[in-house]
Each structure stands twice: as C-alpha cells, then as structure tokens.
C-alpha cells in the first residue's frame, strides 16, 4: 500500500513487549496515539494491544535480524497509514565480567547492529516523508566503561553517539527530523538488576517523563530527571574517579 500522507497520530514503539517499552505505549495510546507495538514475544504484544484505548498493531519483529527487522518496519509504518514518532527500545544487558564472548556478541549483534539498522530504517523514512521523530534510548551506563558490563555501557555510548551524528546530519541537510536521545538512570524492569541501587525508578514513571520529553522536541533527556546531575558529574569526572566508583558499584 502507497501512503500519500503522514499519519499525525502514529506512533511505532521498537521492543514494546515488557518494561519501559510497554508503559510508553500505553501513556501514547492514553494520549490518543495509534500504537505499533514490536519485538520478538508476539504474545506480549497481543496482550499489550488488547489493552490499549486506540488501535495497537503487533509486528513480530528481532532487531538483531537486521534485514528482515528493517523490512517489517516499513511494513508496519505502511499498515499504520504512516508514523509521526518511532522510539527505538530494544536493547540487551547482561553482567559480563568474564568477558565472555558469545554474550559480548549478543550484546553488540542487538544494542549495535540491530539498533543501527532500524534508527537508520527510522531516519530515512521520516527525511523521504517529510518530517518525524526519531528517539532512541542509550543509558546513563553511556558516559563511563563498566566493569560489570562492559560492552552494555560501550554499546550505549555507540547508540548515544551516533544518534548525536544522526543530529548533527539534519542540521547540515535542514532535514525536518528531530533525534532525541534518552539516557535512563536505574529503571525496574525484568531485565535490570537494580537490587539495593539508588534513585531506582518505576516503569510507568520513566515512560511518563520519556513522553513529556518527546512532546517537548527535546534532543536529550534523561530520565528520571534527577540523573541529570549524575551525568554532569560522570562527564567531568577524570577517569581515575571512575575506577574507584567502579570498584563498588555500576551505572546502567
């Protein structure tokens, strides 16, 4: 199906099965989104879809297949009518202290290689149709190596960097784009280990600050808001401090 115009109300959320992914589309739908709802749990997504006001639509979709990933997400954007807002969630952590490889490989294949093939899916279809947003969620783990789980906190500098590149390529094109960056702090999901961590933030609350930023054409955010002085101090710090924070403990 051609789309001949841009759906003001679409909205895809990638790795929408569980955690931030799924509160964020439920607070679009809330606010009278029509929400795609993808990742590799298809059941997740039906659920998901039967709960929300608007129209969910399910794609089942695996980042780390960046072929196929970039494919059904044209597809989906073209089921919706067009999309106004794509916000890339899928990502990976796992504590890796051994460096074990096939986790590292894992790690890199889906906050890497898959992020990049659909933020780039994402980019060009908003530059061809004229206008959109692009977000994409690194971590506060950015701004600093980490001993726990060095190649989470290397993947998310890549997704945080290079959404800056992206940023800096609508400017110097005038392309009508806007790619905003959202670095958690500590978020309660199933996939994070945030037991005894502080300023530990709820799902539903870091989805509600994540929308307010997308509304408000933010170019970064992080979230909850308070992680903002954390990562003023991790950038200034030298990287001698960093070792000895890293002996204790681990941003993600």
Not at 23 to 34: D, I, Q, S, T, Y
């Amino acid at each position: 199906m051609k789309i001949t115009a841009m759906n003001d109300s679409g909205v895809i959320v990638v790795g929408a099965s569980a955690g931030i992914g799924r509160e964020l589309a439920k607070v679009f739908a809330r606010n009278g989104h029509e929400v795609g709802l993808t990742a590799r749990r298809r059941g997740k997504l039906v659920e998901l879809a039967d709960e929300l006001p608007t129209a969910g639509y399910v794609k089942e979709m695996d980042i780390a297949e960046t072929d196929e990933a970039r494919s059904r997400l044209r597809e989906l954007a073209e089921e919706m009518g067009g999309v106004e807002t794509i916000v890339v969630n899928a990502g990976v952590f796992f504590e890796n202290e051994s460096l074990e490889w096939e986790t590292k490989k894992t790690t890199i294949d889906v906050n890497v290689a898959g992020f990049t093939a659909i933020a780039d899916a994402a980019f060009d279809y908003f530059a061809s149709r004229g206008g959109g947003t692009l977000v994409g969620l690194s971590s506060v783990g950015a701004l600093h190596g980490g001993r726990v789980a060095p190649t989470y906190n290397a993947s998310k500098a890549f997704v945080s960097n290079y959404l800056s590149g992206l940023r800096q390529k609508t400017s110097a094109e005038r392309l009508p784009v806007t790619v905003t960056d959202i670095k958690p702090g500590f978020v309660d999901t199933e996939s994070a280990n945030v037991e005894g961590a502080f300023w530990v933030a709820p799902p539903e609350v870091a989805a509600e600050q994540i929308f307010d930023a997308i509304q408000a054409d933010r170019n970064h955010a992080y979230v909850t808001r308070r992680w903002r002085l954390v990562g003023g101090l991790l950038k200034a710090l030298p990287e001698s401090v960093h070792h000895m924070l890293n002996r204790h403990t681990s941003v993600d």
